[in-house]
């Protein structure tokens, strides 16, 4: 087989029919709904997935609208990065990661002979993608970023629990000076409220990063596949339950 060939298949935009129910009639429909996108082949795509009408249906019957939680691999060749969302429904964090790998595994070996998976990243909520896709495009570094948050929390514990609320990086309202977050009610999923990060705060981190005693501290606090401050906290939080 000529090299590239099944890299370049597995990779295009792809799509798959599914029968769906609509959630509030229940009316069944065919659908065609992305298994994954290629932005660099498709930057429309991109516009979609940020304006939520990927994998979005509307019922034909009652008109309601929903988007389908399937999962969705997102390719961006342009910055060697792959994201991976994997809706967890009602599943545990371990439960998804052990899924993921299970999946790594499946594209490692479609992968032609010499050429390695880019990054790929793995996101468990909508917004986690969304989130995660404006941070590429900012050349910001996801764990940093997760660090950060995991900075917000600590010093704001009264107020910002891991177990009500999420901390999402706000990039379209994030400036020169500053980065912005938004407070998620996990529950509600309402955004609640703003809080704000100086770059050159985050710029002191990548540079004490940087220096290599402190990298490996980084990646130890972040092992991945799941980067995610809140999930770190919520586990640090069940281990000390434990131990009490
Ligand atoms: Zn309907």
């Given at each position: ?66 988007r ?10 342009l ?5 991976y ?11 998804g ?17 010499g ?59 994030s400036?020169?000076e ?50 995610s ?13 434990e131990?009490?």
């Amino acid at each position: 087989m000529p090299p590239g060939d099944v890299h370049s298949m597995r990779t295009m935009s792809q799509k798959k029919t599914y029968t769906i129910a609509c959630p509030k009639c229940k009316a069944a429909q065919e659908e065609e709904l992305y298994e994954s996108v290629n932005v660099a082949e498709e930057p429309l795509l991109k516009e979609s997935l940020l304006q939520n009408r990927i994998n979005a249906v509307t019922c034909a019957e009652c008109g309601f609208s929903f988007r389908v939680d399937k999962p969705l691999l997102y390719h961006d060749p342009l910055h060697s990065a792959m994201i991976y969302y994997l809706p967890l429904g009602g599943a545990d964090y371990d439960k998804g990661e052990r899924h993921f790998r299970e999946f790594l595994g499946e594209m490692h070996t479609l992968m032609p002979d010499g050429l390695d998976l880019p990054d790929v990243h793995l996101v468990f909520s909508w917004a986690e993608l969304v989130e995660r896709v404006f941070l590429l495009e900012a050349d910001l570094d996801p764990r940093l970023i997760e660090y950060v948050k995991y900075i917000i929390y600590t010093k704001n514990s009264e107020r910002l629990k891991p177990e009500q609320k999420a901390i999402l990086f706000n990039a379209e309202d994030s400036t020169a000076e500053q980065f912005c977050f938004v407070i998620q009610d996990v529950a509600t999923r309402k955004l609640e409220s703003i809080l704000h990060y100086s770059r050159e705060a985050y710029e002191s981190l990548c540079e004490t990063f940087d220096q290599d005693e402190q990298t490996p501290m980084l990646l130890e606090m972040f092992p991945g596949p799941y980067v995610s401050a809140r999930a770190l906290l919520l586990r640090e939080t069940a281990e000390e339950d434990e131990d009490a």
